[in-house]
Structure formats: structure tokens, C-alpha cells
């Protein structure tokens, strides 16, 4: 006759089972989260490479940060960055609509390497101001994690009119001539390429982001930023105070975000002396995500 477990064996052994799941957990939990920070990254390299190819097929200029006619398109309806790459990357997004109307809904939207596995706020509502029932950036094409860094190009003094920086940017009133109103894009006229950020991310639908952005909180409903937090900013980390970056000669890695100020990364500070430290100073004092 076998012999069966007592009350005492089955609660050691209970114990025993707890033990191990309060010790292995966390550590599955984090060899997942490490795993999305590495998925990330390849996203932000892949979007790197469709700058490139752009670039290569064009004299190594940039694609516009949107070209917009404000009062005669409605916003979803610019062309972005976004769309002058996808045709290069052709993973995730969705193009133009012919007769200009905007995506609606944001349940089985492919957002492939433009959606970060580290955010979930990917295909958040957009205002309902715009049109009803949309979301994502603010195409409603494409769904927010990236963004450029409109920064870039301001050390260098390239500047348009009313934008500062590299980025080309055609955003006018119907009673204007088309123009160029931001930088010439050019990619060589950068001193430092290699350590410039291109591209950061974001939890605004915006397609543009700054150095600033780390140290504006979500709190504020008007940014329509996801999650509605004070606990974080429109810049979005990966976690433990990382930026994965994508930088303009095309390398990408992660990086401390109080390292990437120090280190003049955002391409504005020699301009902008003390910008670097107050941005700083606000990101440790005010946000968690950043302390």
C-alpha cells in the first residue's frame, strides 16, 4: 500500500513551490522586459535605415518633419516623415487614403516597427475635435512611439522661418508660397552625425520631440499624450532611465537619457547653454520614471 504525502509534507512542499516562484518570477519578467527593450531597439535601427535609404536617394537629405497646408487640410491629412519612409521600410502603417479621409478604429492596425513593444499606448485615442473615433499619431496612419528630434541642426545655427534646425518643414497658410520653412535637411552639414539623435520616443501623437520633451509631463490632456500620468513625460524611456536612439549616421543604441543631455546628443546645448542642466533638474525632481 503506498503511502500518501502528510498535511506537513504537502505544505513544505507548498512552501518550497512559493519560494521558487517569488524568486524566478521577477526574473522571467525581466529577461521579458529586456526582450522588448531589444525589439524596440531593432525598430528604432530598421526606422534608421529607411532615413538612410531615403537619404541615398536623395542627395542625403532628410524628408520634411510634415508638409501641412493649416487651413485648408485637416491635421491627419500632412504627409509626415512617416510617409516619405514607408516605402522604404514597408513594415507597419498604413498610406494615404484617395479620397484623404482619415483611419478609423484601433483594433488589428499593423503598426509594425513604427509601434514600440515597450509602450502600450501605441494606437491611443486622438481628440475627438479632429474626427470621431481615430487614433494613433496624428495621420491616424501610424501609430505613436517615434519621433524626430527637432533639435537636431540648432548648434550649427540651420534655421527657416519659424524653425530652427535640420529638419525641412512645410507647414503654411493657403495665402503663402509653398516653402521650405525649416532647415535644408542636409545631413553632411551636421559637425557631429555620429553623435546627433535623429530619432527618440514618444508618447505623444506628435511626429516631432525634443530634449524639452523629457521633462513635460503626460498629466496634461491637451498633449493628448498616453497614459494621462504625471509619473512621466512626453519623452518615453524603455526603462532604467534608456532612450534607445537612432543617430544620424545610422547606428542605434540605448542610451542614459541624463548622459544623452550631458553629452550634448540632442545637437542644441552649444546654442542653448544651462538648457541641459535645467532640463535635468526638472526630470529628477518632478517625474518617477526618471528618478
Not at 158 to 178: F, T, Y
Amino acid at each position: 500500500m503506498k503511502k500518501a504525502f502528510t498535511l506537513i509534507e504537502l505544505l513544505v512542499v507548498i512552501a518550497i513551490i512559493a519560494i521558487l516562484a517569488a524568486i524566478l518570477f521577477p526574473v522571467f519578467a525581466q529577461a521579458k522586459a529586456s526582450a522588448k527593450r531589444t525589439a524596440d531597439l531593432s525598430n528604432v535601427k530598421n526606422i534608421g535605415m529607411g532615413f538612410q535609404l531615403y537619404g541615398g536617394d536623395n542627395d542625403d537629405t532628410l524628408p520634411p518633419t510634415r508638409q501641412v497646408v493649416w487651413d485648408t487640410m485637416q491635421r491627419y491629412q500632412q504627409i509626415s516623415w512617416k510617409d516619405s519612409i514607408l516605402p522604404y521600410i514597408k513594415n507597419g502603417g498604413s498610406y494615404i487614403k484617395p479620397d484623404g479621409t482619415p483611419y478609423t478604429g484601433n483594433t488589428g492596425r499593423d503598426g509594425g516597427v513604427f509601434c514600440s513593444p515597450t509602450y502600450s499606448g501605441c494606437w491611443a485615442q486622438l481628440p475627438t475635435s479632429w474626427a470621431a473615433n481615430i487614433y494613433g499619431d496624428e495621420t491616424t496612419r501610424f501609430p505613436r512611439s517615434y519621433a524626430i528630434n527637432e533639435d537636431a541642426g540648432r548648434n550649427e545655427g540651420m534655421s527657416g522661418v519659424g524653425h530652427e534646425g535640420i529638419w525641412p518643414q512645410i507647414d503654411l497658410w493657403s495665402w503663402e508660397p509653398i516653402q521650405n520653412r525649416g532647415g535644408s535637411g542636409s545631413m553632411t552639414s551636421l559637425e557631429n552625425g555620429a553623435g546627433t539623435i535623429m530619432m527618440t520616443g514618444t508618447r505623444t501623437p506628435f511626429v516631432n520631440s525634443g530634449a524639452w520633451y523629457l521633462c513635460f509631463g503626460c498629466g496634461d490632456a491637451g498633449w493628448n499624450c498616453s497614459p494621462q500620468s504625471n509619473d512621466v513625460t512626453n519623452g518615453r524611456s524603455v526603462g532604467n532611465k534608456q532612450l534607445n536612439l537612432v543617430f544620424f549616421d545610422g547606428h542605434a543604441k540605448a542610451v542614459n537619457a541624463y548622459k544623452s543631455l550631458s553629452d550634448d546628443m540632442w545637437g542644441m546645448f552649444k546654442k542653448y547653454p544651462n538648457d541641459d542642466e535645467s532640463i535635468a533638474y526638472y526630470m529628477k525632481r518632478d517625474y518617477k520614471e526618471w528618478q
